[in-house]
């Protein structure tokens, strides 16, 4: 039948998917393939450089797992799992199994990257490593950020290292290809190695309270709130690319609507859903450019986060604006613990952070308030909020995570250009009040206008709402929001005006690029000023519009 001869060990990643998955389809090009899965529980903590698992994400992948079994089973395969150091392991199934060749998508996360090419010398030095095969191939990005060069002459037309410029870079480097069927069948092995169930990786492991004794299963919502599998992500694919993309331009701010998004983050972190089959999908809505243009810039958004760490490996823990680290931060822990648990008294960035740990998802325009309000009102270190979207997001992704709160704490390529106040009485992103009302139920009877600012109801409205600011929901830790972000802005500049050999003639930041080049890079007006004295510099004036 064609079939190389041997046995090929296909090695999943983040690529938890039979259809448009490259690996797996070259895979079952041998006589037989055992399929792996791997999980290295050290490893996955010093990847991330945060200090800790990612651990709603670990159960999404526990169930997901379960799911890719289920789904390898019905072409007559299997999944074997496996922990341990990923070297050891994988080396140790190749000799047991006697495998010809090794195939696996790559994945870009340095420190992952870098495991990646352990393993092939590993496996290189077993007794029949030498002969192997051992082949890799794309399917986590549209762009690798090693196909985006990081000089070249007219490559960004703007600031470094943003959006649009990146977007043009990657496209001069030819059209996405399309996505792949997934296979008809997959030939097994005479004899399968032992396939343990998946609960022994241990991913989804949960608590057993000391008070009572029983198992604290905070993975529930998670498993109930979202349809977890290659099936579910093609499901909530079809949905969004049928109907809510249509209104994602016009709708994506909106948390109190359903479908205003396209909750797809998970499942392309998982790899249930590939970034070339979301990328066909709007090609293929048959709406106009003007409907999707932003859905499919968020792709390359997210190859720009890869293109960022690929070239700052340590962002996750280090600013790439370095001397942004030495601000003196607050560190009031007080208010840092009721930020996490939703107990802030601003119900827009409780509701979020409440959403964040029943589901492990938050709205993504709320995930900016909510990064704004601990960055900017709080006035806290960026990385506390970097840890805590790790650990308790499903869709945790190291280059997606670091980006966000890197320009949210005013240290990444491109600062944001925003404030984000929690306490408007009708925001954009809830305006009827539902999503409030759904997160934070004690509010529920609050007339409309006061839902996002219950300080300012009257007694009156208080009362006759059940509403009792302290006792039945958390009064302000932040009572004064002008005063608290002129704190902020204050503890910015200081550290600007102690490091003024970062700023250029125009009061922007310059960084160092890996290869030792200095670029601008983006520099909100209020914090820019003079490298001679480090008085405020004045905004530029505006150029008259030309008309004719």
């Known amino acids: 039948d064609g079939k190389r001869p041997g046995v090929c060990v296909m090695w999943f990643r983040h690529d938890l998917r039979l259809a448009d998955n490259q690996a797996l389809l070259r895979a079952t090009d041998w006589e037989a393939v055992v399929p792996v899965y791997v999980f290295s529980p050290e490893q996955e903590i010093a990847a991330a450089g945060v200090g ?44 047991e199994v006697g495998a010809s060749a090794l195939v696996y998508n790559e994945r870009y996360e340095p420190t992952e990257a ?67 069927a997934a296979p008809g069948s997959i030939p097994a092995p005479a ?9 022994s990786l241990g991913l989804a492991d949960m608590p057993v309270s000391k008070k009572t004794g029983k198992v604290v299963d905070w993975g529930r919502g998670i498993r109930e709130a979202w349809a977890i599998s290659e099936e579910g992500g093609r499901a909530a694919l079809q949905r969004f690319a049928g109907g809510g993309l249509k209104k994602y331009e016009s709708d994506r701010s909106r948390a109190d609507v359903e479908g205003t998004v396209s909750k797809l983050s998970p499942y392309m972190r998982h790899g249930e859903v590939s970034p ?3 990328h066909f999908a709007i090609l293929g809505s048959g709406l106009p450019k003007d409907l999707t243009k932003t859905m499919a810039r968020r792709l390359h958004w997210r190859d720009l986060a890869y293109f960022h760490l690929y070239h700052f490996p340590d962002m996750s823990n280090k600013g790439i604006r370095a001397h942004y680290d030495k601000t003196e931060w607050r560190e009031d822990s007080e208010g840092l613990r009721a930020w996490r648990w939703g107990r802030t008294g601003f119900p827009i960035v409780d509701a979020g952070m409440r959403e964040l740990r029943a589901t492990g998802w938050m709205h993504q325009s709320v995930r900016m308030v909510v990064a704004s309000f601990l960055t900017e009102y709080l006035g806290e270190d960026w990385r506390h909020g970097l840890r805590v979207f790790h650990s308790e997001l499903v869709d945790a992704d190291l280059a997606i995570n670091s980006m966000m709160w890197q320009n949210a704490g005013r240290s990444g390529i491109d600062q944001w250009n925003f404030l984000l106040p929690p306490d408007t009485s009708k925001p954009a992103r809830d305006p009827t009040g539902n999503y409030v009302k759904k997160w934070c139920p004690e509010l529920a009877k609050l007339p409309v206008q006061f839902v996002h600012c219950p300080w300012t109801a009257s ?20 009572a004064d929001l002008r005063s608290a972000r002129e704190l902020t802005k204050k503890a910015v500049l200081a550290m600007r005006r102690a490091n003024l050999h970062f700023n250029d003639d125009g009061g922007y930041d310059q960084i160092v690029l890996p290869d030792g080049s200095w670029t601008r890079v983006f520099t909100k007006q209020e914090y820019r000023i003079s490298r001679v004295d480090g008085e405020l510099l004045p905004p530029p004036e505006k150029r008259p519009r030309a008309w004719g």
């Open 114 to 180: 870098e495991m990646d090419e352990r393993v092939v010398r590993e496996v290189r030095a077993s007794p029949g490593g030498p002969r192997m095969v051992v082949e890799s191939y794309e399917g986590y990005l549209l762009y690798p950020p090693d196909v985006v060069p990081l000089r070249k002459p007219g490559q960004w037309a703007g600031h470094w290292g943003t959006l649009m410029p990146f977007l043009r870079s990657c496209q001069g480097t030819g059209p996405v290809s399309a996505p792949l």
């Open 191 to 199: 004899t399968w190695p032992a396939r343990p169930e998946i609960a």
């Open 459 to 478: 007694a009156a409205a208080l009362r006759e709402a059940g509403v009792q600011l302290g006792v039945t929901y958390p009064k302000r830790v932040v």
């Open 52 to 95: 800790l698992p990612p651990k709603a994400s670990q159960v999404w992948r526990h169930e997901s797992l379960e799911a890719l079994r289920q789904s390898l089973q019905r072409l007559g395969s299997d999944l074997v799992v496996r922990r341990g150091p990923a070297p050891a392991t994988i080396r140790s199934l190749v000799e």
């Open 276 to 278: 070339r089959q979301l």
